[in-house]
């Protein structure tokens, strides 16, 4: 039986008031009890000996030594590189965090008072320092030797961390964006950092979420985004001078505080053309062959304090094609992309959206309008249902009723610290038929150094395995990072509604679904979905690793495959990647990827280059493409060269421009040749502004 936290408060009290009687009677101090339950940060472990540092960065004068251990389990000697020593556990933990950028694998172990006396022999006796926290290691900008997590990885830490962040897992959020900080591509490393403050704020750690605002607002002194988080260093440090009494109320005077409505919008809008010239056996055509102005709006708002958090967004955009020639008609379109609102009770973490909107888990294959809720039964265990009607096409806002869809799930984590689990049911009409019902689940895993993502989708309607995903990274002592992806998909998804389109004994295309079951029967009308429905696999292997601070390469396997073609696609890739390498921000990609397939090689070359400089982003970039068609006995070079530039005219108001050119020589069987020369303009601008 759990015990009253009145009751635990009280027994706490109690044993504090005996200790110190027994230490005032016995004659020994309270320091000597906390000596012998000192902790330690375990760094290395070897089964080699280990050379130990003169010194730890940040952490000189405490003590590093070397222990001995024998495995319980296979006998083998373990030799520890540790540094010592801690007061609490929650000072170790603290420390962990920082050290953890130079030792990843570090941990936090208790240290009997053997352990203690073995490491005052191997080091003269010092005071611990207390450690400088005035330049912490996580504050500081990435380094360049680290292989950095893909822009994909990053965004997956940082929905993650944003997930653990609303389930009020703050410790689980502060450990994901400490990792996505230190290691995370450079798009995230800002949200990352203001984040990570939050996290601390939250968890009660103020000294620490005062820390890493101070580092945000030296290193991002300029954006929409200071402002906010200067206000809350100011909040932190105006509570810390207030009277206790002023910090305390009820839940209910917290909630009732007055809420705050926040708005977001951003308009962008650009211009393309492209022109294209063809010379073959002698002549020469010219043509424009685009002509559009793309219109994208986006806006949300969020209400934040009190119980009840509200939040809203739109997203649409609109392309008007101009006619490129005499015959040519002008044509608009528009197309929602989302319209929602969702409605979050921080009291019984209750949520539902409703609306159209993007979700690709739980079973959701994308788009869809209808109304998604959750509810947390406990800290780790939330559950989901979801009900709508998929966007086939957000051309139109119509709500298309033909193919309902209802689902629920469990989401299960932290396990572990590291581990989350998903495991979900969904059912999918098509008329009067089954279009779809799955069951699958979703595994994730992530440490320091290791993360692995799993997910699997079974039809146990069609029988049929619809997506196996599996994707890892390894980050080795060597600074290293080993990476693999697997993938096996139905493609496109298994529905009854792909045999829409199938043909009569007469040849005629079937369009509708009452054509297909006048012609075939409901089992028949199955299978024809599954004839049409092939089946991709894909698996990609590869390793990262620093040459210096500036340099790092990537290079990789892949091999893919599709029901109904011969043989294997098989590509090799290899890139070289540099950063500060004329001046500090700037950074540079060469590469170069061999494709190998039953039907044609490809050699395809690469650069690339970003480069800014005051208000201006430089982006120069050139592809060049060999291929040879195996099959038609033919070959083609094309060459691309091309220009971005983006100007930041104001905080809000930025200013892009693209040119690019491809250069095509086609040489045929017979020996001809075709020259195409295509050149594009892409300008426009983009607007940001919130209240």
Partial sequence: MSQHPLNRVRSARLLGSALLMLSLLSGFSISSVEAASAYAINLQSSQKRLKKPSQVKDYEGYQLYTVRFKSKKDGKIWNRL??????????????????????????????????????????KRKVAKKPSRKKSTRSQKANGSKVKLSVAESQRIMKAARQAMTGKKYRRAISLLTHLHQNGHSSQQKDSQELLGLAYERKGQLAHAKAEYENYLRQYPKGKETQRVQQRLSGLLTAQVQPREKLRGSAKQRQDRKPKWRYFTNLSQYYSTANRNTTSNGSSTSEQTQSDLNTYISVSADRRGGRFEVSTDMNLDSRYEFPTD?????????????????????????????????????????????????????????????????????????????????????????????????????????????????IGGEARYLDQKRSLFTLLDYDVFHSALNTVLVLGNWTLENKGRAYLSYSQLKSPTLLTQNAIGSTDLTGNQLLTLSALQQNFSDDQIYQLAKDKTEES??????????????????????????????????????????????????????????????????????????????????????????????SLNSNSVVLTPSVRVDYRFKRDISFESELRMDITSDTDNAGGTTDTNEFYINLGYRWDFAN
């Fill in 82 to 123: 540790r540094l010592g020593f801690f007061p609490s556990l929650a000072a170790a933990r603290r420390a962990l965090n920082d050290i953890k950028a130079q030792y990843p694998s570090a941990w936090v172990a208790k240290a009997s008072s053997k352990e203690q006396r073995l490491a005052a022999k191997q080091n």
């Fill in 326 to 438: 005499s015959l040519d008609t002008a044509r608009d379109r528009t197309r929602l992309r989302s319209l929602y609102a969702e409605v979050v009770d921080k009291d019984t973490q209750l949520s539902g959206r409703i609306g159209r909107q993007r979700l690709n888990k739980y079973g959701v294959l994308g788009r869809f309008d209808g109304l998604l809720s959750g509810y947390s039964i406990t800290q780790k265990i939330r559950t989901n249902a979801v009900i709508g009607f998929p966007v086939n096409t957000s051309d139109y806002a119509q709500i298309n009723t033909d193919n309902p869809f209802y689902g629920a799930s469990v989401e299960y984590g932290p396990y572990r610290e590291n581990w989350d689990f998903t495991g979900y049911f969904i059912e999918q009409r098509f008329d009067t038929l089954v279009d779809r019902r799955a």
């Fill in 537 to 630: 696999k894909n698996l990609t292997l590869g390793w990262a690793r620093p040459i210096n601070k500036k340099y790092q390469y990537d290079t990789s396997l892949n091999v893919a495959s599709l029901t109904g073609s011969s043989g294997q696609d098989i590509s090799y890739n290899l890139q070289l990647i540099a950063n500060g390498l004329l001046k500090k921000g700037d950074s540079g990609i060469v590469g170069l990827r061999v494709q190998n397939s039953d039907s044609s090689n490809v050699i395809y070359l690469s650069g690339n280059m970003r480069y800014p400089y005051d208000k201006w982003r430089f982006n120069p970039r050139l592809v060049v493409q060999k291929r040879d068609n195996k």
